[in-house]
Structure formats: C-alpha cells, structure tokens
C-alpha cells in the first residue's frame, strides 16, 4: 500500500494509472476509520482496479463553534485498516496544500444542500462540495463511493456531478450498525457509557417510523410524532430535525410514498451531533 501525501504525485498517479486503462475508486473520508468506512472501501474494491482512500478533515466544512480541532486523528490506526482492506493508496494531503494561504474559489450546490443539516449548517455541504471537487480532481476517479448514513451528503454530491458533468459513477454503500442499531460513525468515540446508551433510540425511533409507513401509515405527521415521542423518552437527546424528504432533492414529502422517501433525524446528545436515516 501506497501512501502519498504531495497533491501533484497524487494527480499524476491517478493519470499515469488511468492511460494504463486501470479504474479508479476513491472513497472520501476524514480518518478515524470504522467498519463503515470498511465497508465503503470493500464496494471501491469491487468496482475499480486500484482503490484509494483519501484521509483529510476538512476545515472548511466545520463551523468556528464546531469540532475540528477535537476530531478525531489516527493515522496509524487508519493506515493499518486501509491495509487490511486491500487499500493500493492512502492519500493525506496537507491543509496548507489542499487551502494554501491564497486559496479562494469555492463550490455550491443551492437547493438540495439547504434543508436539514444545512439549516443548523449553513457553510458545512458548501465545504464538503469544494473539498469533494478539489479530490475528484487531483484523485481523477471512474467511482466515488459514499455511504448512506450521511444520506444528504450523497444527494447533494449526485447533485454537484450532475450539474458539473464531472465523469463519475457515485456509488452509495448502505449504513453500517452496531448491535443496538446505531450507525457507526467517528463521533461515537465522544458518547460516554450512559450518552452511548440513549443513542440507541435513535435507530429504534427511525424503525418504528419504519414499521408504521410499511404498516400502510401515509400520513407524515403520524410517523414523525411517533419518531419524536421515541427520541423525547431520553432526556439526553434535543431533537435539531425530524423530517420526511424525499431521496434525490431532499424535500420534504406531503405524503409518504414507498421506495422514494426517508426519514431523517439529527439531534444533539448530550453535546454529540448525531444524524441517521432509514428509508421507506
Ligand atoms: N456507519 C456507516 N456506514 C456506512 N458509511 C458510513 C458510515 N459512517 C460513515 N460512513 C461514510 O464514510 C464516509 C466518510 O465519513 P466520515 O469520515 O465523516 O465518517 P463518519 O463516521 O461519518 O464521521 P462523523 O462522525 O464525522 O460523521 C462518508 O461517505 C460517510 O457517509
Ligand atoms: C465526504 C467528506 C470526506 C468530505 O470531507 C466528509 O464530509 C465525510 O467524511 O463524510
Ligand atoms: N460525515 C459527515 C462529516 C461531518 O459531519 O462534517
């Protein structure tokens, strides 16, 4: 396995790589890899010849308030699960090279980054857009591959390759749990034993909005009362959203229609941000 750190090797890499008629796959992450990255990194592997991480937490996509300086960093252990995974490179740029002291163009999707997390949010897709066009264009990659837990993420990513004609199948790879439900991600590492406890309440409030749209339930205030009641039962958790959009623009739907919509949900444990989705 390969780890490149300078953005010009990386690009020419990726050149030299794609005239030998190799396809590429890249999956984007900020470290501190899990099984859901795993798992992201297992469906690049099945769709490309060559497989790249790349590893870097965007500054421009946390606000001042949020937690960059506290995410967590662990190239060691990354490096290791990337190996185990048949990573070919690992690519951890710099931030002084990715957003050099000069840096000042940035990319904006409008309308499909503006509800939901992008409410509380304001600026973060407009980061996680400009980073994701800096790497798709050093990385040059055939597929990009996303996961489902960060479900808007991916609407506005399709959005930005849509709308920009960039040349890449955006592959989505379905949420990795842990037993009790909760979707595996990095911040879990904040939940102390009791916050990790009541954390469960997030899946188990998403399925039994599940379970009642499967039941024949249409009507979109009936389940979302049902999902908040769950989350309420904790009084750890402070509900930022509940809502039901639909999958590719995400709007809120009037009413549910099966196969086209999802629930999602951000709250605040404790001071955790956790975000979550099922589909319907
Ligand atoms: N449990 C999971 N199942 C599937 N994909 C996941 C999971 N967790 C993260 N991903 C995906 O991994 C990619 C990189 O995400 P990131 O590095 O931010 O990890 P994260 O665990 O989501 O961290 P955070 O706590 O910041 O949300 C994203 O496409 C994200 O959707
Ligand atoms: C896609 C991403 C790596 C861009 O920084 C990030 O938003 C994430 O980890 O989901
Ligand atoms: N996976 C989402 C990255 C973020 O919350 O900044």
Redesign the pocket.
Known sequence: MQVIRSINEMQSTSISNRSKGQLIGLVPT?GALHEGHASLIDTAKEKSDITIVSIFV?PT??APS?DFQQYPRELEHDLALCEKHGVDIVFAPSEEDIYPKSYSTFVEENVVSKGL?GIS?PN?FR??TTICAKLFNIVRPDVAVF?Q??AQ?CAVIRKMIDDLQMPIELAISPTIREEDGLAK???NQYLTPEQRKDAGLIFKALSEGKSLADNGVQSVDRIIAEVTHTLGTSRRLRIIYASIVDKMMMQPVKEVKSGECLIAVACWLDQV?L?DNIEL
Do not use: A, P
């Open positions: 900020m965007n996509q946390f949020e997390c949010r973060h980061g996680v996961g837990k960060d993420q991600s990095s911040r941000r975000i």
